[in-house]
């Protein structure tokens, strides 16, 4: 038996989510029933960085799974990407040492939200990013952001109902840059919550509106209560960027 | 009854292409039904500029019709946005003189080709550009393209079968950019035969992969023979960007 690690990319349009469910078709539904194929009906658990949701995108998702088949990590790309879907893509397949764990030993995630920032709507783009037709105080979102960096309990920034205790997390860094008519939030942490990025962003775009000021964003998170932060912007803007693992890639 | 023209938007992915079809999704299909609605089940013709392919995207296609409703253009172009799917658009509804002609009135059309190259694919962009890979020569592709501008019979550049007679057409420009990682070819004539686009494209790319010399464009052109074109390009890549009239808009 080898580990292997492999960085992958999902439109997550068509899919109810990352995880496995029954009768709903998922990443890893489709991931495990590829490899069922290439090992004789043998079933393969898939191990992710963590789970997304309904209509959130990945461009560097990481999975490790094992396996007793021995070929080349190119022959593995290739071999997954003609029995995946045309709404999965391997990106790069490596072997890893065994005690290599695609969820424990994550040093950093960096998730990226799209906004597509102008007036009119973009019918190419309705799946892959969320459209703010209004005027956008980027400075104010900028300021705000400054908040939301370092470490801090984000119970506000939450979704309600989660069962995860320990709420503290580090924010590394919260960039919002221009990359032509969309507006791009990339937010790089030591881990997330679950809809940490899509509650942050919704709270950015209220600051940004001028509905609120920067400072009430850390007003909000130092209150540590879900009902006090503003909406959770849509799913189809969201990416899990990259994830990255200190004894693997060079950060 | 008053004539109404409207530019429109879809994503071709899901369409059978534009024109109406018994038991199939088309563009013509879905937009007549949302007007059989909107006039209480009174079907409602509806003409375009031409047809596009399925798979064909169009952000650009200019559509008539004729109603006994009377309400502002704004109204009309939100109810009818309203009532259709979500690939399509309606971006503009404009009162027109009872003779206007969508598709006779044509003086010119542009369509564009995105063509996404770099070595990786992109998942989020399978279904809107075109991947090449390989490294393209695009001065030598520019050359091949003057040999497409001017007044020519296009009969190499037609897919095989079509039944119109005349094949000459105009191509006033054919402008090669990059942006970003994709190169966009764009294309402006008096008209455009089946498929004409796509093999231009196609010939295009067979020239910037150094499969052939520019000068060959305008050989195969010379021969009127579609059997001595290269490959068509796939219709993802393809856009109907703008249809512009005399009459009616300033070139």
Redesign the interface.
């Known amino acids: 038996m080898a580990r292997l690690k492999c960085v992958i ?3 997550g349009i068509r899919f109810s989510g990352y995880q496995i469910q029954p009768n709903q078709r998922t990443v890893q539904g489709e991931l495990e029933k590829a490899l069922k194929y290439m090992h004789k009906n043998e079933g393969i658990r898939v191990t992710a960085s963590g789970r997304t949701d309904a209509g959130v ?1 990945a ?1 560097g998702q990481v999975i490790h799974f094992d396996s007793p088949l021995t070929m080349p990590s190119e022959n593995w790309r290739k071999a997954l990407n003609t029995l995946l879907p ?4 391997i ?1 790069q397949v490596q072997s890893v040492a065994d005690d290599f764990h695609a969820r424990f030993d994550v040093t950093r995630k960096e998730y990226r939200y799209r906004i597509l920032h102008r007036k ?2 973009d ?2 783009r ?1 799946f ?1 990013t969320y459209h703010v037709p209004t005027y956008l105080d980027i400075e104010a979102m900028r300021e705000a952001a400054t908040y939301i960096i370092g470490t801090h309990d984000f119970s506000a920034f939450c979704a309600a109902g989660t069962k995860m205790i320990d709420k503290v997390r580090t924010v590394y860094d919260v960039r919002i840059e221009q990359q ?1 008519d969309e507006l791009v939030v990339a937010m790089i942490g030591s881990g997330f919550l679950y809809q940490m990025v899509r509650i942050t962003v919704g709270n950015l775009l209220v600051v940004g509106e001028g509905k609120t000021t920067p400072l009430t964003i850390a007003t909000i998170l130092a209150t540590k209560d879900r009902k006090k932060a503003f909406a959770t912007a849509p799913p189809q803007g969201l990416y899990l960027w990259k994830v990255s693992y200190e004894s693997l890639n060079a950060l």
Chains 1, 2 share one sequence.
């Open positions: 990319a999902y439109d995108h461009a045309d709404d999965i893509s990106k009119e709507s019918i190419f309705r892959y032509g």
